[in-house]
């Protein structure tokens, strides 16, 4: 049989749009405790609920990548009719989130990896859509049982994988250990309850110092803001004073209350690597953030949701 011009400009087209669903599946789970959050935050679920959506989502994301990607569409082209209807969904979504909330938050459509603002999704997915009809019209249909029925079988196995390779479970922030009578300094706050933000930060760390900076101006624009820094400590009262004092000439965030915790402790909570920040709800994480991710409205509707 011979293969045209046609034919292959097909199957490039649908291999493009398969790397692109498994693309953006793929960015959805770096973190996934983003795209869960981001699910939580716009869609009301409860936390539960976010993650096994999630969960569903990339893997359907993938799924019907990884088909595009193999150009297998099942009979009546169901894998392409699928992915469009996904993206008109996710559309709608977009564009209730931009009435509600602006265009000054990431829509979390590319996670965390690729921030995006919900005019710039749409747009994107305005493309996507032109492109999935167009290879409805132009692909052929399938007329093996063999191939429709693997179709289904390769999508149910992929919306299941995330369920194995990201096991949902809630995770919390030993606070208690900043509590402990022991200690040099203890919080004058209580942050084991309510929602707080808590940036556990090293004086020498240069990426601590641009959080702290973005967090400062976020506190100085509204001072209600709960932003809490705990500090590792030095264990040297000079260089603990000298280094504060240069990391705040620095910074300038003396608006943000904060304590030194020792360093053991400290890592116990915060892990090896700082920053380190959290959206904290009674302990629990509801969102660990880079420097890139503080975003004052995002904070501000999260304080004010349920």
């Known amino acids: 049989m011979k293969f045209t011009l046609k034919q292959f400009l097909i199957y490039l087209l649908s291999a493009l749009l398969g790397c692109f669903f498994i693309f953006s599946a793929y960015t959805k789970t770096e973190p996934i405790q983003f795209f869960e959050y981001t699910l939580y935050a716009q869609l009301h679920l409860s936390q539960n609920t976010a993650a096994y959506f999630a969960r569903f989502f990339i ?41 509600n909330a602006g265009n000054d938050v990431n829509c979390g459509c590319m996670g965390s990896m690729i921030p995006m603002t919900p005019v710039v999704s749409i747009i994107k997915n305005i493309a996507l859509l032109c492109l999935l009809a167009l290879l409805l019209k132009k692909s052929t249909s399938e007329s093996s049982n063999t191939l429709h029925w693997l179709a289904s079988i390769v999508l149910a196995i992929v919306v299941a994988v995330p369920f194995a390779l990201f096991p949902s479970q809630s995770k919390t922030v030993a606070l208690s250990k900043l509590y402990n009578p022991a200690n040099k300094e203890i919080p004058q706050i209580e942050l084991r309850k309510g929602k707080h933000f808590v940036g556990f930060l090293s004086l020498s760390c240069s990426h601590c110092r641009e959080a702290a900076k973005d967090l400062r101006k976020m506190k100085a ?73 503080l975003n004052q ?9 349920n």
């Open 59 to 99: 893997g359907l994301e993938a799924g019907l990548g990884l088909l595009l990607l193999l150009n297998i569409y099942g009979r009546g082209k169901w894998v392409i009719k699928m992915a469009f209807w996904l993206i008109v969904a996710f559309s709608i979504h977009l564009a209730i989130l931009y009435f």
């Open 221 to 293: 624009a509204d001072t209600s803001l709960p932003i809490y820094f705990v500090f590792m400590d030095p264990e040297n009262d000079t260089v603990k004073t000298d280094m504060l004092q240069d990391f705040m000439m620095d910074t300038k965030a003396n608006n943000i209350p904060y304590n030194f915790l020792a360093q053991d402790p400290f890592r116990e909570i915060a892990g090896m690597y700082v920053p380190a920040m959290f959206w904290l709800q009674d302990t629990t994480i509801i969102r660990k953030l880079n420097v890139p991710d």
């Open 297 to 305: 409205k995002e904070f501000q509707l999260w304080l004010k949701s």
